[in-house]
Every structure is written in structure tokens, then in C-alpha cells.
């Protein structure tokens, strides 16, 4: 199919560059003279012009890339006898022109052009119009109409992603400012028109529920917070919590999907797609956090183990990536995963091995399981990390009760001694 960027007036141009005899020689080298034909009828020689020669003989070839001299002259002196050529001729402020036929030779090719936007005709286009040179009037009538299609669902398509972009911008925007003013409601609706009018497209789609996300996330927050006042409908507040937190993750994971699945050269497209990625998983890793602490809903805890771990690859800040495998620790914990939680919390402390947070995380943990399996070295190495954390933490620390407390039921029930930690 011809190519979409050749415009009517260029494919008409051709078939009449076509209509004129070719240009034949026996031996010696290819040379010619571009001129630029004014408006006023008047042939001037033109300096600058790019010449480019195409093999036709075969399917594929080309000469070196020339350009005319201040006579608008130009020259291939390598070129082997037998061999034929198509002329392509462009300049700035001129149309291009398509010489068929041309042999080695002696015999000088003429090339006119008229005034023209200065656009250059791409070898698979000069193929293209060559193979359309020898069709009969039937098939070529078949293959303009066939081009002409082509050519309106390509405008369509360009239309499309002309409104397409308009409506991502308008919604991008209003979107931006709900949500800056706290009406999450309209914020998400935002969101959404955006989302739907390009609902895969990678360069936009993953933004847009990027945001969509932390929307309903926000949302869900404002319910807990409901949920927990006075005399407040706490089953009905509850409820509207746990429906947005695990919608706020659906739109995270329908944005790392588009990602995962999607690829684009462009280089603004592709740092977008980096920076919304990070953005994404950051802002998922609060969502899984949030849908277990505040206990809307634990049932989707283990789902956060991969998104962490995607999470701890792309970002670089040490104390980031040691923060959120405590906090994944401390979910797991808490939705009553103890073994995943272990290995959260001692993949923390290979990081940052006094890191008091994953002292007391790991102690409760190796307690708790030590206790369950009945496991006496557990217990004691839970036992010895939860002494180390009360040694280091302070007394604010919200976990110092409960670890005291452990502590103690160990050296009164069990008659157990905290060791040093090596």
C-alpha cells in the first residue's frame, strides 16, 4: 500500500513524471540539470537540490545520495552499464519530481520542478509509483482507490487521537483541580472520561488511573475516618472503605498492566512510562498498606508481595526501600501471614540491620509462629530480637507495649533469657 504520507497532488505528480519517455543511454556516467520553474514560466537553474537514485532493474539498490552544484548540475560517475534508475529530485520550496528509466550514458537528464512545499518522495514511495507505472488503467484506477481508503482511515484515525488528546488534557486538568479541592467524587469522574477516551493507550491511560487511584484511595480514607467517629454507621462507612481501597488497587493494577503489555520508541513517551511506573507501584504499595491497617479488607494481602518487591527495584532511596519492606512485614503481620512476614522483615534487616521497626516485627513474628509450631529456637530468636528492640527503641514507639509484654510472658511462663544478638 502506498505510503500514507504521499499526499494527491505528489501521486498525481507522478503518473504525469511517468508519462514522459524514459531516459536512456549505453555507457558512461549518469549526470544532469535540476531547474526550478517559477511561477512567472521562467527556468532557473537550481543550486541544492537532493538527487537520489533508486535501482529499478531490481528490487532493491540505491547510488549516493548527491546534491546540484551552484549550475544545478549534478553527476554519478560510478555507475555500472546495464543498470536502471528512477531519479528522485527534491529541494526546499519545490515539489519533488520522479525521473523513470534513466541508464548509463552520455545522453544529460533534465529535471524540472515546480514551487512546492520542499518535501522529499521516500525510496518504498518510488517503488511504489514504478510499480503503478506499469499497471493497466484498470488496476491503477483499483490501487487509487485502494490508496484513497487508506488515506481516509488514516485522517480518521489521526482525528480521532486529535480528540482523543483534547478530552485526556481537559480531563487531566479538571481532574487536577477536584482533587486539589477534595471533591474526589468529580476527581474520579474526571479520571474516568479521560481514561475512556484512550483506555489503552500508554502514553496517557496509565497516568490517568495513576491518579484515578489515589482519588478513590482518598476517598476510601475519608470513609475509615467516618467509620470510626461516634455514633457514625460504621458497617456503612466500612463498606464504602473497602469498596474504594480495592478499586483504588484495581486501577494500579490495570495502569501496570497497560505498562507491562506496551511498548514506545518515542522518547517522551517512554520517560513518561518509567516516571509512571515508579508513581504506580509507589502509590499502590500505600493502598495495600491501608486496606489491611485499617481493616477494610485483608483478603488480597498476599497480592501485595509482588508489588513490593516491583516496588523495592525501581526505587533508589535506601531508606524508602528499607521502610516499605516494614511496612509489607508489618501487613503481612497483621493480616495474620507470620512465616511471608518473617521474610520481609529479615530481607529489611540485611539492609539495615538495627533498623528497630524490623527488630520488633521479626521478634513478634518468630515468637508468634514459635509458639504455633511449637519451635523453641524460634521463640528464642524471637525472644532475643524483640530484647534488642526494646534496648533501642524509644518508649513512644508504638509496638514497645506489646513486645515488653511478650518479653516478660517468656521469662515468667516459658523461663526463657534473651540472648545477645552477634
Known sequence: MFNKKVIGALFALAFMVFGFAGVYAQSGPVYGEVKLKKADGTEVPLEGAVIEAYRTDTSSGKLPTTKTNSKGEFTFPLVQPGHVYAIAASAPGAGPRVTPDVRVGGQKVVIILDEGDGSRVEEAEVRELIKLAGMSEEDRKKSDAEYQKELERYNAEKEKAANAHKIVSAALDAGDKAFNAKNYDLAIT????????????????????????????????????????PGADRAGEMAKAKADLNASADAFTRGLEILNTKTNNDPGIKENMTNTRKNILTNFVETHRLLVLTKADSSRVKDAIPIFAEYQKVETDKALKVKSMVTLGDILREAGEADDAIVAYRAALAEEPKNVDSLAGLGLSLFNVGL??????????????????VDAAPNTHSLKADVQNAIEFLKTDMKMTPQKIR
Do not use: C, H, W
Request: net charge negative; proline share 3%; no cysteine.
Open 372 to 389: 504455633t509450631n511449637d519451635d523453641k529456637a524460634q521463640v528464642q530468636e524471637g525472644l532475643n530480637l524483640m530484647q534488642a528492640f
Open 190 to 229: 474526571k479520571f474516568d472520561e479521560g481514561i475512556n477516551a484512550d483506555p489503552d493507550f500508554e502514553g496517557s491511560a496509565p497516568v490517568l488511573l495513576n491518579y484515578k487511584g489515589v482519588a478513590l484511595r482518598m476517598r476510601g480514607f475519608e470513609a475509615y475516618r467516618r467509620a470510626v467517629q
